[in-house]
């Protein structure tokens, strides 16, 4: 469900063609892709675009428009790589540039000219740190429960979505769903059936596309968000999970029909006013509708004429 | 004096290719050298020894990086007679090149 690439990105920035050739060469080998950058206008550009897991930076470039440090703030101050593990590696030995770089931010320093065993481990110790940082970052945006993303994830995840789908003219489609008389099947068969009942909706609900965002938005409550989807296409993907959820079978209950509603909406039925909230207050009155009209159904917003 | 330099690395399969890149490249780099410090730029002499002093060492030539931080430090201190202050170790550090070079038809020996 979430990904943790299987093969590390190691982007160089440094301005010497010499230190490129010996990184590749002392690099060979180990468990990870190499990137360079001559500058560190290309290596911010390269940083963002390729997502690093660990930055080997030079400080001392004097044709690029930024020292290392500067680009080392920068990057800092950056969202998409703020979290990019960065050592820094440079002829300049001074105990105050080492203080300055990891001050800012850099998790090493590596003084040229290198030992290329000592390279090789702190490149490995730094990639086994960023693979922990990432799993607990993940293990933040999930839900214990059913391993769904949680609601912190989602309400970032809708708010760049929604961001995307604006600056890209695309339309997104965003459906809640909520489980059927939750509160009556905890009651008669117990707590523990009522988890297994939310682990099994999970698993139908993440059981669509690969393209859909499926999160626990609280309680018996489920999100989704479809990406370059519209009304009607989201619509199908609503009452085919409806349909699913309503044919599982429970174990030691074989009559057991178990229901969901849907309330979907799309980001066309909200012209002018293009906010999460305002996205998830239609879905929300369309699931209100939905259990209003008798539940186990998918109400959907009117599509655009 | 002149004996050619070897580097350390010689005999090590995953850095044969690369030594001798940069080897083959040492004439270009010692007429750099010269010209920066003949024309009196600073800037472009400083970037290029720094370079070296960085990757000297890694391509085995401790010699390079050594004499290159030298040559840095007194580039540093001399201010606007940096030629004159400096043109011993101009010198020195393109003596050291040379030799380097000079290795480059035994750099898989040991």
Redesign the interface.
Known sequence: MVEIKSIPKVLAID??E??H??L???L??ENLELHFATSSEEGFNKAKLLKPDVILLDI?M??SSMNGFELLAKLKEDNETQNIAVIII??KGEPMDRVRGLDMGAIDFIT???DAFELKARVRSALRTQYLVKMLEQRAQLDGQTGLWNRRYFDQRLEQEISEAKRHNRVLTLALCDVDRFKRLNDQFGHPFGDMVLEKVAQILSGGRTSDIVCRYGGEEFGLILSSTNIERGCEVAERLRVAIEAAEWSGNPDLVVTASFGVCDTECLEGNLTPEAMLKMADTMLYKAKQGGRNCVKCTAKKK | MNNPILSDFSDDDSMVKIIQIFLNEIPQRIELIESSFHSGNKEQLCKIIHQLKGAGGGYGFKLITSNAAAFEKQMKQAEDNWPKMTSGALEEFVTILRRVHAGRDNSGET
Do not use: C, H, M, T
Request: charged share 30%; glycine share 6%; hydrophobic share 30%.
């Open positions: 301005d010497s010499l230190i050739r010996l590749e060469a002392r060979q080998g001392y004097p044709d440079s002829a040229k000219p290198f």
